[in-house]
């Protein structure tokens, strides 16, 4: 883990710094809530356990609320899903979907778990619209591609390309359905984490 020395002379992680960025930028003016954002290598068990949880959570938010749920993560592969060209990608991608919902959010969250960095918000708005929106996100840059954002109904129903009349998703790395190559596992770990790499790197200097 690269070590940066920050304006106050102390040492901070650059990935540490990236998730206090992206917290401060889109989630509160109050720094206090990343004392509890734990950083830690995770196990198999721990993945599963952080999805059974966090389909949880997002279960009580949609019930309390009674609104449409959008959940964004990185597309990353392996169980080492904190690492700097994840965070540096949501980075990037957070205040855009936080940008395009603006006043019509009425829950926002960043957590840091075995999942990587998951954006959570709830928004009053039409469930077609929000997928409509977030679907203009994925598919709008080349980072775009490496993030997933799930729609949520009331009913804690996800919404898929499909209803919108779209296409499934492509494979980032061959352009094929990304759902049968997933299942396939037909790129290594490698390849992927390459590819995601080389993509922000591009963004990045193209930007």
């Known amino acids: 883990m690269n070590i940066n020395i920050t304006d106050d002379g102390t040492e901070e992680s650059n990935e540490k710094k990236l998730i206090k960025d992206i917290y401060l930028?889109?989630?509160s003016k109050d720094d206090n809530g990343i004392e509890?954002?734990?950083f830690?290598?995770?196990?198999?068990?721990?993945l599963l356990q952080a999805k059974e949880h966090r389909v949880h959570r997002q279960n009580c938010l949609i019930r309390d609320y009674f609104?449409?749920?959008?959940s964004m993560r990185i597309n990353y592969p392996g169980?080492?899903?904190n690492n700097y060209t994840t965070f540096r990608i949501m980075k990037e991608l957070c205040p855009m979907v936080i940008n395009e919902f603006k006043n019509k959010i009425m829950y926002k969250n960043l957590q840091?778990?075995?999942?990587?960095?998951?954006?959570?918000?709830v928004i009053n708005e039409n469930i077609y619209n929000i997928k409509k929106t977030t679907v203009k996100i994925e598919?709008?840059?080349i980072i775009g591609r490496c993030v997933d954002i799930d729609v949520y109904d009331t009913k804690g129903n996800g919404i898929s390309r499909k209803e919108l009349g779209l296409k499934s998703r492509k494979c980032y790395i061959c352009d094929e359905d990304a759902n049968i190559c997933c299942r396939a596992k037909k790129h290594s770990i490698e390849e992927i984490e390459k590819n995601i790499s080389d993509r922000l790197k591009k963004y990045l200097k193209d930007k």
Request: charged residues 20%; positive net charge; hydrophobic residues 35%.
């Open 25 to 27: 930028k889109c989630i």
């Open 36 to 38: 509890f954002i734990n």
């Open 40 to 46: 830690k290598k995770y196990t198999m068990n721990d």
């Open 67 to 70: 609104s449409p749920l959008v």
């Open 79 to 81: 169980i080492h899903k």
């Open 112 to 121: 840091i778990t075995a999942e990587g960095p998951v954006l959570t918000l």
């Open 139 to 141: 598919d709008g840059s």
